[in-house]
């Protein structure tokens, strides 16, 4: 799964979110990588982080709390 957003304020930016598996090794667990490209790179973010999926209901719920 992946997908791309605009990024507001920017000409060209986006935020990318893609499901990554095994990111550091065969015995890594699957994370949520979260980039931001100013040049429109998908493949190359200038920012990034990983979440694991354990985690990411908790983030989630953070963010909604932010647009309150």
Do not use: C, F, Q, R
């Amino acid at each position: 799964m992946s997908k791309t957003i605009a990024l507001s304020g920017t000409k060209n930016g986006i935020i990318s979110v893609i499901k990554l598996k095994n990111p550091y090794g065969e015995e890594s667990e699957t994370v949520a990588s979260i980039g931001i490209s100013l040049n429109g790179e998908a493949n190359n973010p200038e920012w990034k982080v990983h979440i694991p999926l354990d985690n990411l209901d908790d983030v989630i719920k953070a963010l909604e709390e932010l647009k309150k």
